[in-house]
């Protein structure tokens, strides 16, 4: 039986707390006994990838605290929970069901009278027999011209998810004849966005897929009507260009203003939908339906591996337990996600809302405010990007950054240089392993200027390559350690109540409801 | 004569400190009073834009004390010294000029035998001449025809400000047949971001810009090393295609390699240099000439303006030490970038590194530890795209991140759609000042779930439209924001020692003269 407790009402809690400042960082870095870490201190990941946090400010004694911790705060049994149907989701009432979309972890979840598997199966079915007769030339413009480019029209994780996927893939698959279509995205309500996108793409050989839930959202459907009278502008029928990926009860989900309409449901929510046809529509069309089904493999492989109740073995638990530790114990705000690949360039967007959506919350899953900090800030750019940005603060700055840094062995364009005796992808992976080793031990230096205190945390995940597989592990495994988290805080990991307010004052401000200070600010931008 | 002094050595501290707590913002800011707040916690900057800080946690008492801090640490008298050619720059022993690039402040400064302002004056000519004449059709690739596309090739500052502002101003130009040429941006040493700037140009009508002030920057070198061989390989003489920007000095300044060199120098530090031929080249080339001279012309206005003694005249005086009084008394770590504009959609990125390559120190200006906290870390995305994002944690969240609002009167593309009754730009408008409200006063609620408790600091930067001149003057407002912030923390903010140590160890690795757990992290990567 799963008992849902606060951190700190955990019998752990204590000795958890009196961790703090018990690793010298610097000191267990240098000389041979970093280099016995670095073996040590490792946990597989699915598809070859591998989290190593050596250099994290943990020894035995730590790892020995968070694993009683684990147990505790039984995590895998949550988890088990969540993967066979519990309502996890308790502010809204909702199952939790991303990781179904990648394979059945559990017994069979049974929810509106179907099995979800088979739901969410059978989307991603349709997602592909769509996406392969575009390919083939069965389904074309009104001039029986093919479709060339398709536009995804969604905010929030109807687009930084399957963005950030984009990105990461698509010079990859461009390297492995997989591009299929080129894929745009837009997200703001600046109308700007849509301007732009539109003057990008080729309108009559354009497909676009209107992403909402609810049916409701008010970027989309305002970009969606910009949408359609572009389209009406540029001679062609919007109901032949236009998809919706939708609920089924929403009032999308049966408008013939749409070519299809592909189905989620309220047991995903939008952060962790790229799996789901929020994804499988935009991804099956641009790489093709195989692609897609490789990140679902790669996403199932790290959900599989997610259960073992070892941390040792478990590598989502264990960034997550070192997080929580780095938070509560260590103290500290932000973590910086730092890929050495310029593929996962929208990445860490992604996982800022990932994160900060999902934890950043000040009271636990049954409404009770909670006494201790929850999900930290974070931010990111690619290296060597941001060596040459924001790392002097994250160097010598006052306040500690933990930092989270992701490398691969090879790169994906095969192209490279080789300079002064090595390639452009060796001095990639060199920086990153230099900058782990400076930010950990430092450098003594007389000159106080020059003089690095060292100390700063950090962990890497390493792969060979950055390709369908290690990219669904990589969504996954980052996924797992927030919903982990979630449940080390006790707070509900998939609601997001924080931005309901903004929204009802917006309306008003649009209403012209608004007194004070409202109507003062409004008046500045003449609304 | 001024006197440079730590932050808690003023005689003004112990009064600073005991401002924390003592405004509550829900209060303030709730009902008429919030009105007369928006009225009156207001400064004008330069180019129609105005700083608004009605919901920053200040009030008379608050900023009377900030006004008695900006005196005593001498911020006017600071400035002046700077712009009037004094070594503030104390680590590196140079003078601070990116100013003068854009205007003649105070008084001529000589350094190297020469008017500094007409050595600036002279190569922003150069880079127009030059300009004009791809534009005109006489400077030409070696079949005669014109060149349609310019690549920038630099990282860090030859990078992020620049490209920032390309992307800011692309869609304003489409829309006023501004655009001569389209820019695209080389940085990462990671050899899949060439490889992708690469195919999605027309390399022989591409010109391509090697930045390096030294000359000797790894990840520019090795990318120059990879487009010229693509340039041979599409069968083109790379001479007849690159420029170059670097100092005198560097081996580049006198090179066959390169068409054209354009000079900047040492008294300009990187993250400052858009207003040098670093910016001037690529954005003439992009823009055309005129349009960058009114970038210029913004900033200048702007570099006035911060002339003025009195915060309530001075924008980049006021935030700077609002900014100071958030980190240091109030205890806040972070500050997030939120301009409702999809134009700045990299605007953040270049403010990221701006400030916490600037001011993410630990030791003054003459090398001694300091004993409080100094830059915060930046980061944010555009709205309203970053609502449904990480507001969730920014709203409900257990730590308070100031945040930094802009918002524009009219959009850029002068397409918009009215959806509901209202315009796409006007909801965008409506969004900004909601979010301004919902994060200042909060909302009660039975529901601990639907409970805001408030009292969440923000400042809101307006304009007409964003355009060369208020772009200028928006970039300039933040340099010397961060400027006056480093005479506050007595930092020197225009060095960046702590990026060399990285630097150092990835040399090591590269040259195999590694040991212990920095010769382990290199063999997980197989280096």
């Given at each position: 039986m799963v008992s849902w407790k606060n951190?700190?009402?955990?019998?752990?809690y204590d000795k958890f707390l009196a961790?703090?400042?018990?690793?010298d960082l610097v000191k267990e870095m240098t000389g041979e006994n970093g280099a016995a870490r670095v073996a040590k201190y490792t946990v597989p990941m699915a598809c070859g990838l591998n989290y190593n946090?050596?250099?994290?400010?943990?020894?035995d004694n730590v790892l020995a605290v968070l694993k009683e911790l684990a147990e505790e705060a039984q995590l895998t049994e949550k988890y088990e929970e969540l993967y066979n149907?519990?309502?996890?989701n308790t502010g809204e009432k909702r199952l939790v069901l991303h990781q179904l979309c990648r394979g059945q972890l559990g017994k069979d979840v049974m929810a509106d009278g179907v099995n979800k598997r088979e739901f969410y199966v059978s989307q991603q079915k349709k997602a592909a027999d769509f996406a392969n007769a575009v390919h083939a030339g069965e389904i074309t413009n009104a001039a029986g011209e093919p479709f060339t480019t398709v536009v995804q029209i969604g905010i929030g994780g109807s687009d930084l998810g399957p963005r950030a996927i984009y990105i990461a893939l698509e010079n990859w698959a461009k390297q492995n004849d997989a591009l299929k279509m080129e894929a745009r995205f837009i997200s703001n309500v600046d109308p700007d966005d849509a301007a732009a996108v539109l003057k990008s793409v080729d309108i009559p050989h354009s497909l676009f897929i209107v992403v909402s839930k609810s049916g409701t959202t008010l970027e989309t459907l305002t970009n969606e009507s910009f949408v359609r009278e572009a389209l009406k502008n540029a001679g062609v029928d919007p109901a032949q260009h236009m998809l919706a990926v939708t609920?089924?009860?929403?009032?999308?989900?049966?408008?013939?203003?749409?070519?299809a309409a592909f189905f989620m449901d309220d047991y995903i929510g939008g952060r962790y939908s790229s799996s789901s046809c929020v994804g499988a529509v935009v991804l099956s069309l641009a790489f093709g339906p195989d692609i897609f089904a490789r990140i679902m493999d790669g996403a199932a492989a790290a959900d599989e591996l997610a259960?073992?109740?070892d941390p040792m073995q478990n590598a989502a638990m264990m960034d997550a337990l070192i997080g929580v530790y780095e938070r509560?114990?260590?103290?500290?705000?932000c973590t910086a996600v730092l890929p050495?690949?310029?593929?996962?360039?929208?990445f860490p967007a992604h996982l800022q809302q990932l994160d900060m959506e999902s934890?950043?919350?000040?009271?636990?899953?049954?409404?009770e405010p909670v006494n201790y900090v929850t999900g930290p800030v974070i931010f990111g750019e690619p290296g060597t990007n941001g060596q040459h940005s924001f790392y002097q603060l994250l160097h010598q700055g006052t306040n500690i950054v933990p930092l989270q840094f992701v490398g691969f062995k090879q790169n994906q364009a095969g192209m490279d240089v080789d300079i002064q005796g090595s390639t452009s992808q060796q001095k990639l992976c060199a920086n990153v392993v230099a900058q782990i080793m400076a930010f950990a031990c430092g450098k003594d230096d007389e000159d106080p200027n020059k003089y690095f205190a060292g100390g700063r945390p950090s962990s890497l995940i390493t792969g060979e390559q950055l390709n369908p597989e290690s990219l669904g592990a990589l969504l996954a495994h980052f996924e797992n350690k927030i919903m982990f988290q979630g449940f080390l805080w006790n707070?509900?990991?998939?609601?997001?109540?924080?931005?309901?307010l903004g929204k009802l004052l917006a309306k008003r401000v649009l209403a012209h409801e608004t007194d004070g200070a409202l109507k003062a600010f409004s008046d500045l931008l003449e609304i």
């Open positions: 951190l700190d009402t955990l019998a752990v961790l703090k400042g018990t690793v946090f050596a250099a994290k400010e943990v020894d149907g519990a309502v996890i609920s089924e009860t929403s009032p999308l989900a049966s408008s013939t203003d749409y070519r259960k073992n109740p509560n114990v260590q103290g500290y705000l050495y690949s310029q593929a996962l360039a929208r934890n950043g919350k000040s009271v636990n899953r049954f409404g707070v509900n990991s998939f609601d997001q109540e924080g931005v309901q």
